[in-house]
């Protein structure tokens, strides 16, 4: 028989950075039909009913910034509590096979990414042609192909030697005239300041070679940008390229971005970079690798609320997801229950009892 109504019974539910008093949480139809304090709710209800009782009740948890592969990718992120996954470069026809899968993670995609015949980054991953544009007159079509195609936003490779700032210029231009957001691959410094000059909203990766400073925080922070740092992805990166700490890529560059960012009061999204694509530099697992996010974000300045809200609140914001992302009546039933607090100890988002997007039990 299946379960048309789940009812979490004197569960602790995360709202505004904290787990209130112990409250009744109803899923019905995908949605969430009530959050009321406990000994409210009736005690019995439809024979269709899954009951759970206590545990840390958080939203379901949101990757900004993967690759996905094929439905196994789906499964493993829902597994780990991830019902939100926003694809960060895949083609077309795969995305649309993914899209609208019930009980498992729900899909956004850039599609295909924006980056130029002249990189580095194309050489290596072996660039598809519907990812190339030539020069900055070719921008305003690659747009509007993608955005017919269904986009939900348009990436960016910025990786120098590559392009131009007047073609990452038009592209920020065509996308935004169609109202879509944009998001920038952007892990040196120079591409920073090329994707802050053009006007992107979303940075994604943080330098490798030298910090985000303070005064280049304040700008970014006034221009409106937000960051998915992909802590996660740069660590390994540089665990692969450069062990022993000599000149190169430095982690440290990296998590200093990230503290002077939020201490200057940028909103930080959590995503991870997780793939399988042949020529990525490293391969961050679905799912498993955002609580290593979560930690990390921690360890670079977050408190345990606002990685969370990374993960959650704040990422559905910057992304539209408008009905997702906290726990509330009349938003889609994205939910994971937990054993422990991670507002005590981000670890115990890996705690997991039970999952459910949009209403239906994946674990």
């Known amino acids: 028989m299946s379960v048309e109504r789940t009812v979490f019974r004197d569960v602790l539910v995360y709202r505004a950075g904290a787990f209130g008093d112990p409250s009744d949480v109803v899923v019905k139809d995908g949605l969430i039909a009530s959050v009321a304090a406990t000994g409210t709710l009736p005690s019995d209800g439809p024979d269709e009913t899954e009951v759970l009782t ?12 993967v690759h996905v592969e094929g439905p196994g990718s789906l499964e493993a992120l829902a597994d780990q509590g991830v019902t939100t996954a926003l694809d960060m470069g895949s083609p077309a026809a ?23 015949p002249a990189s580095a980054h194309a050489a290596r991953m072996h660039a598809d042609d519907d990812a190339l544009v030539g020069s900055s007159a070719g921008a305003e079509a690659w747009v509007a192909e993608h955005a017919e195609q269904g986009a939900d936003y348009i990436k960016i490779v910025i990786d120098l030697p ?8 038009a592209i920020v231009a065509a996308a935004h005239r169609r109202g879509l957001l944009t998001i920038a691959h952007a892990s040196r410094s120079d591409a920073v300041a090329m994707a802050q000059n053009a006007g992107v909203d979303v940075l994604t990766h943080a330098p490798l070679d030298r910090p985000v400073d303070a005064e280049q925080a304040g700008a970014l922070v006034a221009a409106g940008a937000v960051i ?22 430095r982690y440290e560059a990296a998590r200093t971005s990230v503290a002077n960012l939020h201490a200057a ?7 991870t970079d997780a793939n399988r694509t042949p020529g990525a530099p490293a391969a961050p697992p679905f799912g498993v690798s955002l609580h290593d996010e979560l930690a990390l974000l921690v360890d670079a300045g977050l408190s345990t609320a606002e990685a969370l809200d990374a993960a959650t609140r704040v990422a559905a914001a910057r992304f539209g997801l408008d009905d997702r ?3 509330a009546a009349g938003k889609r039933a994205d939910l994971v229950l937990l054993d422990g607090d991670p507002i005590a100890d981000i670890r115990a988002t890996r705690a997991i009892r039970g999952v459910w997007c949009a209403g239906i039990r994946s674990r």
């Open 54 to 65: 206590g545990g840390h009740l958080i939203p379901g948890l949101i990757d900004a910034h």
């Open 94 to 116: 795969l995305i649309a096979a993914l899209r609208g899968q019930a009980g498992v993670t729900d899909l956004r995609s850039s599609l295909m990414v924006a980056t130029s």
């Open 162 to 169: 590559g392009f131009q700032q007047e073609e990452v210029d």
């Open 228 to 249: 998915v740092p992909t802590l996660t992805m740069m660590r390994t990166i540089v665990d692969v390229v450069n062990p022993g700490g000599g000149p190169g890529p």
């Open 265 to 271: 009061g940028m909103p930080v999204i959590a995503g």
């Open 325 to 327: 992302g906290s726990i």
